[in-house]
């Protein structure tokens, strides 16, 4: 007994020594502490992380696929559902939840599309996913999106019963090779295409629950078609909470992407995948209520914005693109993501004296000279104040930011409006993801 309470207690005092180690500033031995000064904040480039950049021209190739996650209630409950409070508990399944994927080759560079309908995927689960593909599914960049969907499955550990993480890995394992598979199976489905892209607008479906009032209203289309013009894959980015059933729901549902992806399959065909945008600080549905009819009306009425946005829009068969990919380091801040940490309910790596986390970046452009098409990829739920910032300096035809891609760092708040108190703060795994985000975006992107 006595052995036991020695071997507890110093546990704890090694644990908190880390922890003490983990917030002294490192000064500039470190690979990139924030120096602050009265207007800049200057982040110091790391080498050891992963880059990678690349430029082709080509024809197009694609191939779509999309596998059910649903977790399966007799055999691998409890399921608790992320989102909202703690200990919400599976009792069904209202529709099923999807890894959806859509791979597109220009010359010889590969790009997969996947969204899953979760909470949000986290940066070392993408890189599992990655393990699983082998030589024969050769993808110079896979973006991996989730839908922030608040009615499946936790996948980050913080929705679970007291301080206990939430996830059940009993399903979250199978789930993850099945994204994979879905990988796989959409590469082996590629044959020619062409790319459709389209935009609409939106206006007051959404609101935004925090000032500014600022909102990314536009919803992107990005439409991929054989040579007989019929629908691969349709890809509809649009920035919103899965979130209509609210708190007291607790059947597994996707929501409102669960209506979209019917309603523009049943009218057009092929694939569709719901793309998350730039969400935080607070952007969700205008809905009457909490219903599934409620869902239904919201998630086909985006459908419609998209179908019909399309219309109009040529087909382009060949063309320029230039991806560029980047890890970064990201000091983790928040005192009690932290403390989650320590107790494994946030269930991540920590790097350089567990400081840090480790995520990506990465940018897509189509065109001669990005005239057609950037996209940026944010491992988190990003203010649009900040997105917006970004967009001005972009110059192509269609902008589209993809949130919560390889990641889900938590609300990435503009540094200037940074309060610890507020709710979105709360929420963030760093008060320098702005920074350290949008520079590193800004310098990888073509601008003129
Ligand atoms: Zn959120």
Not at 65 to 94: C, E, K, Y
Not at 337 to 353: E, G, K
Not at 405 to 429: Q, R
């Amino acid at each position: 007994m006595r052995k036991t309470m020695i071997v507890t207690i110093v546990s704890i005092i090694f644990l908190l020594s880390l922890e003490i180690i983990g917030t002294i500033p490192l000064g500039s031995s470190s690979a990139k502490d924030p120096i602050e000064n009265d207007q800049n904040i200057i982040f110091i480039e790391p080498t050891q992380l992963h880059h990678n950049e690349k430029m082709d021209y080509g024809l197009i190739m694609a191939g779509a696929a999309a596998n059910q996650i649903t977790p399966d209630l007799s055999t691998q409950s409890p399921i608790f559902i992320g989102g909202f409070g703690r200990n919400r508990v599976a009792t069904g399944i209202h529709d099923d939840i999807w890894s959806r994927c859509c791979v597109v080759q220009i010359g010889n560079t590969t790009i997969a599309f996947i969204s899953v309908d979760l909470i949000g995927v986290m940066y070392p689960e993408y890189q599992r996913i990655m393990s699983y593909l082998d030589e024969n599914t050769s993808i110079d960049l896979v973006v991996l999106t989730s839908t922030h969907n608040h009615e499946g499955p936790d996948v980050i550990g913080l929705w679970g019963k007291a301080i206990w993480s939430g996830i059940s890995w009993d399903w979250y394992d199978g789930a993850l090779s099945i994204i994979a598979d879905t990988i796989k199976e959409a590469y082996e489905n590629m044959k020619p295409a062409g790319i459709k892209l389209a935009h609409a607008i939106a206006l007051g479906m959404s609101r935004d629950s925090r000032e500014p009032i600022i909102m990314e209203e536009q919803v992107e289309t990005i439409q991929l078609v054989d040579y007989d013009e019929q629908v691969i894959a349709t890809m509809v980015c649009y920035a919103s909470h899965p979130e209509v059933l609210w708190d007291e729901n607790t059947l597994i549902s996707s929501d409102f992407p669960h209506y979209i992806f019917e309603h523009i399959e049943e009218t057009i065909g092929g694939t569709t995948l719901f793309i998350q945008g730039s969400i935080g600080g607070l952007i969700t549905p205008r809905t009457q209520n909490h219903s599934y009819e409620s869902a239904k009306d919201f998630g086909e009425s985006i459908a419609d914005i998209s179908i019909n946005s399309l219309y109009n829009s040529s087909i382009i068969w060949e063309t320029h693109v230039h991806l560029e990919t980047k890890e970064i380091f990201v000091p983790m801040t928040n005192p009690v993501f932290r403390i989650a940490s320590i107790l494994n309910i946030l269930d991540r790596p920590l790097y350089n004296f567990r400081k840090d986390l480790k995520t990506s970046v990465n940018i897509i452009e189509l065109g001669e000279d990005a005239s057609l098409l950037q996209i940026v990829t944010v491992p988190g739920e990003d203010f649009p104040e900040n997105w917006f910032e970004l967009k001005e300096k972009m110059h192509a035809k269609h902008r589209i930011h993809i949130g919560l891609a390889t990641d889900e760092l938590g609300y990435i708040v503009p540094i200037e409006d940074y309060n610890p108190k507020d709710y979105e703060e709360s929420m963030s795994a760093s008060k320098y993801l702005d920074p350290l985000i949008h520079q590193t975006l800004e310098n990888m992107l073509t601008l003129f």
